[in-house]
T-cell receptor, first 111, second 118 residues
Framework: QQQVKQSPQSLIVQKGGISIINCAYE??????FPWYQQFPGKGPALLIA?????SEKKEGRFTISFNKSAKQFSLHIMDSQPGDSATYFC??????????FGQGTRLTINP | GAGVSQSPSNKVTEKGKDVELRCDPI?????LYWYRQSLGQGLEFLIY????????KSGLPSDRFSAERTGGSVSTLTIQRTQQEDSAVYLC????????????????FGPGTRLTVT
């Protein structure tokens, strides 16, 4: 049950478009859902996070939508830019501060 | 300020040899985590240190893997008798004590050590 399933594995979006990455989980004990952004050769960096008592959180061009009943959450990147090209990981917290990560989505924004 | 640093950045070793990977967390961070990232995969939790508490070793894949944290700061991940399936990027992260009103610790990641076992 300690799994987070992420899709798609890769995504190509035109500049200015909306990028959408989806994640699903089973364990209702998860209580914190961050998204991380990773550039090649770098460690992941926290992008945005949400608690399950909130249905949406927006920070700039990045929005998390959270559906507690469906046990799904998604990242939306509005007005996608070439600089957003990176690998994105969703994650869920369990057991103190341990995180379980999705498999990652490689996002490419075409200019 | 300085972020999480890891050394070496790359390590190539022969099957059966032991390796040590080092992590220097951000100064003042009490929690330290090790993850493994295999090619094209997500991050797999290995071990977690919090202050002076006993570490959570529940993610270590076998008894060939061990880690220690000296003086509540620097950590070393040791892999004994390396196998080819140990080839991966090993990431270290640290986090600071919870601030008032803060719900969760942000984990700050280092750049990782790419381990290749030949």
């Amino acid at each position: 049950q300690q799994q987070v399933k992420q899709s798609p594995q890769s995504l190509i979006v035109q500049k200015g478009g909306i990028s959408i990455i989806n994640c699903a989980y089973e364990n209702t004990a998860f209580d914190y859902f961050p998204w991380y952004q990773q550039f090649p050769g770098k460690g992941p960096a926290l992008l945005i996070a949400i608690r399950p008592d909130v249905s949406e959180k927006k920070e700039g061009r990045f929005t998390i939508s959270f559906n507690k009943s469906a046990k799904q959450f998604s990242l939306h990147i509005m007005d996608s830019q070439p600089g957003d090209s990176a690998t994105y990981f969703c994650a869920a917290r369990w057991g103190a501060q341990k995180l379980v990560f999705g498999q990652g989505t490689r996002l490419t924004i075409n200019p | 300020g300085a972020g999480v640093s890891q050394s070496p950045s790359n390590k190539v070793t022969e099957k059966g040899k032991d390796v040590e990977l080092r992590c220097d967390p951000i100064s003042g961070h009490t929690a330290l985590y090790w993850y493994r990232q295999s090619l094209g995969q997500g991050l797999e939790f290995l071990i977690y240190f919090q202050g002076n508490s006993a570490p959570d070793k529940s993610g270590l894949p076998s008894d060939r893997f061990s880690a220690e944290r000296t003086g509540g700061s620097v950590s070393t991940l040791t892999i004994q008798r390396t196998q080819q399936e140990d080839s991966a990027v090993y990431l270290c992260a640290s986090s600071s004590p919870l601030a008032p009103g803060q719900f969760s610790y942000e984990q700050y990641f280092g750049p990782g050590t790419r381990l290749t076992v030949t």
